[in-house]
């Protein structure tokens, strides 16, 4: 029987990665879920991740999902490869899980003329070397500079990061980038909430640097997945469905969820 692709992440980062995949994507049924009762993933321990994680991607198994995405690079960077190698085969086999840090590994030495990157990131995904990892595979030329920014999730989490207090944190984390590396002329976003800050990102880095968001990369990357996937594709629903799954308050999601997703949405509590 044909199911919904699921999508997950902490909190409401990954609508920001949902709203491109669907407009890339518009045929497919969807499942979101984000898990803002335990969010944010970013300042937790590898192992809370890993088992936050799995906790949700075997529910979107529940509910017959035959590819679930990680729309957090948290949960990319501390849970996608334990799940792939040690749980897929066991919990789910033939079902897949996907993550945002490869797609975006992938043609991030594209962008930058001076080979010089920048990662903004929660502590989890910059501890984690990730994309220190995965770019140096990809882009081996390409030197690249990390910061973690703690409080930025929990100010847009709460809807605080238009306000003046936000711009201390915003600049600060800026600031120590940029000084890192001189010379860097590409910073990616490398945190599915941050998209919603890019304006106040931009205002703190020299004219011409180029702010990277995910949303476009994942989608363009999920597109070509199913191309070259039919045996998964073949699975997955096609009515245009979306639905929205929360483990705190509904009320609560859907009156900020809005400010990612581009329009309202009706979600559900889920209770794990
Ligand atoms: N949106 C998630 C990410 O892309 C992190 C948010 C969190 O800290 O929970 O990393």
Redesign the pocket.
């Known amino acids: 029987m044909q199911q919904p692709i699921g999508v997950f ?3 409401y ?2 609508l920001t990665v949902l709203k491109e995949i669907v407009k890339k994507l518009p045929g497919y049924d969807y499942i979101y879920l984000g898990d803002n009762a335990r ?5 937790r321990s590898f192992e809370t991740v890993y088992h936050y994680t799995l906790q949700c991607v075997e529910w979107f198994f529940e509910q017959g999902c035959p590819l679930v995405v990680l ?5 990319s960077a501390k849970a996608l490869r334990s799940i792939q190698q040690r749980d897929l085969e066991r919990i789910a086999p033939g079902k897949r899980v996907l993550g ?1 840090i490869r797609p975006t590994t992938e043609v991030i030495g594209n962008y930058t003329a001076t080979n010089k990157v920048g990662i903004l ?2 502590k ?2 910059v501890n984690s070397q990730s994309y220190l990892i995965e770019i140096n595979k990809f882009f081996p030329e390409v030197a690249v500079a990390q910061e973690a920014c703690p409080m930025w ?1 929990p100010l847009i989490e709460n809807n605080e990061h238009n306000k003046a207090g936000a711009d201390f944190f915003i600049k600060q984390n800026v600031q120590h980038l940029l000084e890192q590396l001189p010379g860097m002329d590409t910073i990616l976003l ?4 941050y998209p919603l800050i890019k304006d106040k990102i931009q205002q703190y880095t020299p004219e011409g640097t180029k702010i990277i968001v995910q949303g476009e990369i994942v989608a363009e990357s999920l597109f070509d997945y199913l191309l070259r996937h039919p045996e998964i594709e073949s699975n997955i629903s096609r009515s245009g469905m979306k639905a929205f799954y929360t483990t705190d308050d509904a009320d609560d999601f859907n009156e900020h969820a809005s400010v990612f997703y581009g329009e309202r949405v009706e979600a559900k509590h889920l209770e794990l």
């Open positions: 992440d902490s909190g980062g990954g969010a944010p993933y970013g300042t729309a957090c690079n948290t949960a945002v990131a929660t989890g995904t999730v490398a945190c599915t909430h």
